[in-house]
């Protein structure tokens, strides 16, 4: 099955800086990678997918890139605020239908005001 | 207008007992889940559901069983509960053909 892993467990950031979470895969037909935003005692949501067949894309402070060569793919925010603090999982499946997430083991970035 | 919910939201019970976790989707989405989240926040798979197939992580001891009275709703059953059951479980749902998946806010599962 799918191997995902995901570093660092924990980052701190000033606010204003930028934050960048790294993660890998291990199987090569992945070709989703979603990531999602789980904040204290919420609801993991997702802020931000790629497909296989892009490079990079970006929403507003946040943006995604994608190496399938070496697969790995990184979330980055930019001039990040205090309320983007939240564990931030990648994730990765492949397919269509029925479309298991193998997350990653989550980021919890803190952001000091 | 709640997309995905679940009950209960908290869940305190005895090693041994046999309980279950609901979970509901108003979006007409064809696809559910059920993910695990131990207390190290590790996100787990354990089944995904649509009219047409179940998948179980291969991990899942059979004493978990999901159960689907209809397209809207994929219930979670424990038998036999264990202390390492405690965790909350997340529903989840996503369209035919689409990738996003929605969750549901949780259930705190203790067991004593």
């Known amino acids: 099955g799918e191997n995902v892993e995901q570093h660092p467990s924990t980052l701190s950031v000033q606010e204003g800086d930028s934050a960048v979470i790294k993660c890998t895969y291990s199987d090569s037909a992945s070709n989703y990678f979603p990531w999602y935003k789980q904040e204290l005692g919420k609801r993991p949501q997702l802020i931000i997918d790629i497909r296989s067949n892009v490079g990079e894309k970006k929403d507003q402070r946040i943006a995604v890139t994608l190496n399938k060569t070496a697969k790995h793919f990184s979330l980055h925010i930019t001039e990040t605020q205090p309320e983007d603090s939240a564990v931030y999982f990648c994730a990765a499946s492949k397919g269509t239908g029925a479309n298991n997430l193998f997350f990653g083991t989550g980021t919890r970035l803190t952001v000091i005001p | 207008d709640t997309a995905v919910s679940q009950t209960p939201k908290y869940l305190v019970t005895q090693m041994g007992n046999d309980k279950s976790i609901k979970c509901e989707q108003n979006?007409?989405?064809?696809?559910m889940y059920w993910y695990k989240q131990d207390s190290k926040k590790f996100l787990k798979i354990m089944f995904s559901y649509n009219n047409k197939e179940l998948i179980i992580n291969e991990t899942v001891p059979n004493r978990f069983s999901p159960k689907s009275p209809d397209k809207a709703h994929l219930n979670l059953h424990i038998n036999s509960l264990e202390l390492g059951d405690s965790a909350v479980y997340f529903c989840a749902s996503s369209p035919s053909g689409g990738n996003e998946q929605f969750f549901g806010p949780g259930t705190r599962l203790t067991v004593l």
């Open positions: 979006l007409g989405h064809d696809t």
